[in-house]
């Protein structure tokens, strides 16, 4: 039986991947995604934590894109691409811890409120909801400036603001799951809570969980470069920081646009690589969506 569910996994695995690697878009976006992360991974290899620092910056200040300093470099001298490519282990960090912590809080709200009926759904609903009318920004830009600034409080003030969405999304799923005629036959069987979520809607509820997870990953990050272009950063060099340094130092007033450019880009590119990737999956994972393409 165990070797049999395996090899049904194995083949829903490579069904899955047969359909994803014809989406162009969405492989284009896998590897986008692929590179960003390696290079992020890979970036203590070559370079540390001192090319952020101004007492590092030795080159000549607002200096245009040349073969020496390929995107140019700052008020300070120091390198633009140096700061992009260490800016991204801050920004991609940030950008999955804050949309796993919003994913697991929208999941449990979602599921509980979708498999508890009565008061107890209705009273989570109602949290939502309140939840959901907070301006989500403003609310993250309160708890940043409360709890202080450090890539902890960055992660949790998006975190908390950003669930609501997300388990109204899978609340509506778990009610359409539990609706279904074996979810009878499984509570006549006696399944009790425990067995009917986790053997029966996590199931069914994890190929949409999966899409959404890389829209939110996207929108985390686009949240974490406005928080710290606001003044709400983690203390680190972001692709968020950058601009907001770009603005304190006027780089659009010194003609150096590449400050902008460059970092403006990065999150442009992978926030498009990470929607290209969820819009994929749901393309692929939403039977409705695979019929109609």
């Given amino acids: 039986m165990t070797n049999l569910a395996a090899a ?19 492989m284009i976006g896998l590897v986008t995604l692929v590179v960003a992360v390696v290079l992020a991974l890979i970036a203590p290899l070559f370079i540390d934590e001192n090319v952020t620092s ?22 300070s001298g120091r390198s633009i691409l140096l700061m992009v490519w260490w800016g991204s282990r801050t920004s991609l960090l940030i950008g999955f811890l804050a949309a796993l912590l919003s994913i697991v809080i929208g999941l449990v709200v979602g599921v509980a409120a979708g498999h508890f009926r009565g008061w107890f759904g209705g009273a989570l609903m109602r949290v939502t ?46 009610l359409a799951v539990e609706a279904r005629p074996y979810i009878e ?18 199931p069914n509820v994890a190929p949409l969980l999966l899409a959404s997870t890389t829209l939110e990953v996207a929108s985390a990050i686009v949240t974490e470069s406005t928080l710290a272009f606001l003044g709400a950063s983690a203390n680190k060099t972001s692709w968020g920081t950058m601009l907001r340094y770009s603005y ?29 990737v969820g819009r994929a999956l749901e393309a692929v994972l939403n039977p409705r969506l695979r019929r109609a393409s």
């Fill in 8 to 26: 049904r996994r194995r083949l829903a695995l490579s069904r899955f991947w047969f359909e994803f690697r014809h989406h162009r878009t969405g």
């Fill in 54 to 75: 101004v007492i590092s910056g030795t080159g000549t200040r607002w200096a245009p894109p040349s073969l020496s300093e390929p995107f140019g470099t700052d008020e």
């Fill in 129 to 174: 909801d309140w939840f959901l009318v907070l301006p989500s920004l403003v609310t993250a830009l309160v708890l940043a400036a409360i709890l202080g600034g450090s890539t902890f409080t960055i992660i949790m003030a998006i975190g908390i603001t950003t669930w609501p969405s997300t388990a109204r999304l899978i609340r509506a799923q778990t």
């Fill in 185 to 202: 036959r499984s509570k006549a069987l006696g399944g009790g809570h425990w067995h009917i979520t986790t053997r029966h809607v996590l």
């Fill in 248 to 276: 304190d130092f006027g780089a659009a007033t010194q003609g150096a646009w590449w400050y902008i450019l460059i970092p403006g880009l990065a999150i442009l590119a992978v926030v498009m690589a990470f929607t290209l």
